[in-house]
């Protein structure tokens, strides 16, 4: 069973404007960490948000917030006020602490456009 | 944050001969490395799990005698394709991360672009 889903293959949004990328996750581990990679063109993959599984608020770096609602296993990227220099390819990540190893296993990623 | 370099960032070789790339941790000691593929518009997959100084554990469906990994030091892993063909070329990339028992972040490289011909 697939454990993180992205189910937008491709997003466009206007120049300024805010934008949500979608992402649930399927976990029994109780202790697990949501993240969000950004990925250009060159390929970098470029951190950009945690959340943990026991945080009460919201992540929050700059213009990202991560939308958590635990209860329906979602953690929803929001990007407020668009740049050019935002597109690229969105990736959602899940870290369980199963085995002690804390691998990540990634969805299968957004790609933003960011329209002038 | 931590800064992990990797390298070459892209190859070309001839099918046959083997590539090796590096993974570097620059100011942290890296306990567990990892080692992903990602083909072209789709998602990272991850290919093994290294620890310093034991074997690398795969996932299921990797060639380990085809992908070796050494981790032979705690700032150190290297990702070796044996006898590569075109079906390995591949955009592959690599993360670290300091600790062994504690939830620490895991910072990845700039990965290397791999063209067999």
């Known amino acids: 069973a697939q454990k993180i889903t992205q189910t937008q293959p491709g997003m466009f949004v206007q120049e300024k404007e805010a934008v949500t990328l979608d992402c649930t996750y399927d976990t029994s581990d109780p202790s697990y960490g949501l993240f969000w990679y950004k990925q250009p063109s060159s390929g970098e993959m470029i951190f950009l948000i945690y959340q943990g599984s026991y945080d009460q608020q919201n992540a929050t770096e700059g213009r990202y917030s991560l939308n958590f609602q635990k209860a329906r296993k979602s953690a929803n990227l929001v990007i407020s006020a668009s740049q050019l220099g935002d597109s690229a390819m969105y990736f959602c990540?899940?870290?369980?602490?199963?085995?002690?190893?804390?691998?990540?296993?990634f969805g299968t990623g957004t790609r933003l456009k960011v329209l002038a | 944050g931590a800064v992990v370099s990797q390298h070459p960032s892209w190859v070309i070789c001839k099918s046959g001969t083997s590539v090796k790339i590096e993974c570097r941790s620059l100011?942290?000691?890296?306990?567990?490395m990892f080692w992903y593929r990602q083909f072209p518009k789709q998602s990272l997959m991850l290919m093994a799990t290294s620890n310093e100084g034991s074997k690398a554990t795969y996932e299921q469906g990797v060639e380990k005698d085809k992908f070796l990994i050494n981790h032979a030091s705690l700032t150190l892993s290297t990702l070796t394709v044996t006898s590569a063909h075109p079906e390995d070329s591949s955009f592959y990339i690599c993360?670290?991360?300091?600790?062994?028992?504690?939830?620490?972040?895991?910072?990845f490289g700039q990965g290397t672009r791999l063209t067999v011909v």
């Open positions: 990540a899940m870290r369980e602490a199963t085995s002690g190893t804390y691998k990540y296993i």
């Open positions: 993360s670290a991360r300091q600790g062994v028992n504690t939830n620490t972040e895991a910072f």
């Open positions: 100011d942290f000691q890296a306990t567990t």
